[in-house]
């Protein structure tokens, strides 16, 4: 994993996390209407627990609607799933699953990897060869780290690191800061399903919120500090 050259960056993009999926045919008359409405670079799909055929036919009926328009299709887990299904990859939680599932995705699929507690546990991932690194997703009680916490995180990452790092958004303010710290992309989920404005209009909102945010750094992170992990 080596150091980035060069501090000019892109725009952050959007990457969607749907809800868990129980009526896949619903979910998929939606997406186009929704992924047209902003930049979104991805669709993490997540599932509910049942058996394998019922989860690949989920799968199969929202892949098309997804890479349809250029984004890709990442599963949240299931990577055993992702090639039979159609996907584009997986989206690995903790150090010990991105471990078990790399082998299986890499080079054909994508790998990104969250559940990244310290800064060792995300140098490891990108030592491994992950495709990104997530910082700021609610644990499996649903605690997060501070906004602060996370923009330090991505800051740091920003600046010294080659793989793409994602910020996980609960909120347009939130958006807005992890695009003026150096983001690649922004994970938002819920929020974007409970707006009463629609996903659409939601999702359209974000993707202002991180034009702002990144014009307001002039596509320049700020200077991380290198503290310990």
Not at 127 to 140: I, Q, T
């Amino acid at each position: 994993m080596s150091a980035k050259s060069a501090p000019a960056r892109p725009m952050p993009r959007l990457y969607l996390a749907t809800p868990v999926v129980d009526d896949a045919a619903a979910l998929a008359a939606m997406l186009p209407e929704i992924l047209a409405s902003a930049d979104v670079a991805a669709v993490l799909l997540r599932l509910p627990d049942s058996d394998p055929r019922s989860l690949l036919a989920r799968i199969k009926a929202i892949a098309p609607e997804v890479q349809g328009t250029g984004a890709a299709l990442l599963l949240d887990g299931h990577a055993d799933l992702v090639a039979r299904g159609g996907a584009d990859g997986a989206h690995l939680t903790g150090i010990e699953a991105m471990q078990d599932a790399l082998p299986g995705l890499k080079p054909e699929r994508i790998a990104g990897c969250g559940g990244l507690v310290t800064r060792h546990d995300a140098m490891t991932a990108g030592e491994a060869g992950v495709d990104y690194v997530l910082f700021g997703e609610p644990d499996h009680h649903g605690r997060r780290p501070s906004v602060d916490a996370v923009a330090e995180r991505l800051q740091w990452w920003a600046e010294l690191f080659e793989p793409p790092c994602v910020g996980y958004a609960a909120t347009t303010v939130e958006a807005h800061t992890f695009a003026a710290a150096g983001a690649d992309f922004i994970l938002v989920s819920d929020m974007i399903w409970t707006d009463h404005a629609g996903a659409a209009a939601a999702l359209a909102r974000v993707a202002d919120a991180i034009r702002e945010g990144f014009a307001a750094t002039s596509g320049r992170p700020p200077t991380a500090q290198i503290d310990a992990a």
